[in-house]
């Protein structure tokens, strides 16, 4: 994986608004959390409770400095925060109440969407694909932070997000229109290869910028270009969260089936009857490359964003233009988008020695052994240093 030395800067929350946004006067703010029990934000009751370290950060760096001094600062009014019941899955669809620090309940649909500008959702689960769709409906911009943590405020959020952006863009550049993308994986002396076509389709590009008044929701950390596959074919290893390895079959542009190849035989024949009863779930919705020189959070909404590393997706794709949206599952609780991350740190056993790309009449190696080879590599030498 690619690493280097760098120097960040101290995270200031004004800087990260104003490079994301670029707030109006006058523009209106909230923050959105999820807890167990979304009543336990009345009198602030979850700051007591030590499991819920990512909202702590969301009331003690975000709530706290907005309310403070720095919403008049900048011009923008609201601040308010409201808590909603946590879904249980990455980019589940949101619960229709929310709760404020007064123990009210309220509906998201109707007083908390259309009467914001801006939202920032600071959450245990993803929130990018039902806040974006959402975003579409009513009008409002904002971004999403699950995961947050120290290491994610130092670094990941520190950044110059228009340098972000011009870096993610010469490397969208480079590989939009591709054909396929292949990943060979080796693990314990055997070899297996992904394939994924891609259709010549525009790559996409995660670059951390959410500005005027086109409604959309930017996903922070950013830093990634990204396809939604239009097929694909192979075999590729899979993490389980118990830490059992498998070996998963991909047909026609879906998850079919898992074999075991180390752990829990359990976890491999729950995965199966899940592919057998909801074949969505299995779906791969998106190809994501890394693009950023970031440290290792221990959190994937930063880690993918890491130059060397990528994902595929399973499930729900709507987010990101593809078609699968929550009706297209079998349950509500399946509806999710699963990035599958690939780097050292996170899935050790496995080496990629190859990721390559068919584009016109080339073949471009992309990756070698988690990092950028010399095609990728060139285009981030040539970019200009910011003037």
């Known amino acids: 994986m690619h690493q280097t030395a760098r120097q960040f800067p101290p995270f200031e929350l004004k800087r990260l608004l104003e490079t994301v946004f670029e707030p109006q006067k006058g523009e209106r703010l909230c923050i959105l959390i999820d807890l167990e029990d979304p009543a336990e934000i009345t009198n602030w009751a979850f700051l007591k409770n030590p499991v819920y370290s990512i909202q702590h950060l969301a009331y003690k760096v975000f709530y706290q400095k907005l309310n403070e001094s720095l919403l008049k600062e900048m011009g923008l009014t609201g601040g308010e925060m409201f808590a909603y019941k946590i879904t249980g899955g990455s980019n589940l669809d949101l619960p229709a109440e929310a709760w404020t620090p007064g123990g009210k309940q309220i509906h998201l649909e109707k007083d908390v969407y259309p009467k914001y500008d801006i939202i920032l959702c600071i959450s245990t689960f993803s929130a990018t694909a039902p806040l974006t769709a959402l975003a579409k409906q009513h009008g409002f911009r904002g971004a999403t932070l699950h995961g947050l943590n120290d290491i994610i405020l130092s670094t990941g959020l520190t950044v110059d997000y228009n340098e972000v952006s011009r870096t993610a863009e010469a490397l969208r550049l480079s590989v939009t229109r591709a054909k396929s993308v292949e990943i060979d994986f080796v693990i314990d002396g055997g070899k297996c290869t992904l394939h994924l076509d891609l259709g010549e389709q525009e790559a996409q590009k995660s670059h951390g910028l959410c500005r005027g008044k086109i409604p959309d929701v930017a996903n922070l950390p950013a830093g990634e ?154 285009i981030l030498d040539d970019i200009p240093a910011h003037s």
């Open 225 to 378: 270009i990204y396809w939604v596959p239009t097929g694909a074919e192979g075999e590729f290893p899979l993490l389980y969260e118990d830490g059992t390895l498998g070996i998963t079959t991909v047909t026609k542009g879906r998850v079919v089936s898992s074999r075991l190849l180390k752990g829990n035989e359990k976890t491999i024949a729950e995965h199966n009857a899940k592919l057998a009863f909801d074949p969505a779930t299995g779906e791969l919705g998106e190809l994501g490359l890394g693009t950023q020189v970031l440290p290792v959070s221990g959190r994937d909404i930063q880690d993918e964003k890491i130059l060397g590393t990528f994902h595929v997706a399973t499930g729900r794709s709507d987010h990101l233009g593809g078609h699968l949206t929550p009706k297209s599952f079998k349950t509500a609780l399946n509806a999710t988008h699963d990035d599958i991350l690939f780097a050292p740190h996170k899935i050790p056993d496995v080496q990629v020695p190859e990721v390559r790309m068919h584009r016109g009449d080339k073949v471009e190696i992309l990756l070698q052994n988690f990092r950028p080879a010399p095609y990728l590599q060139n």
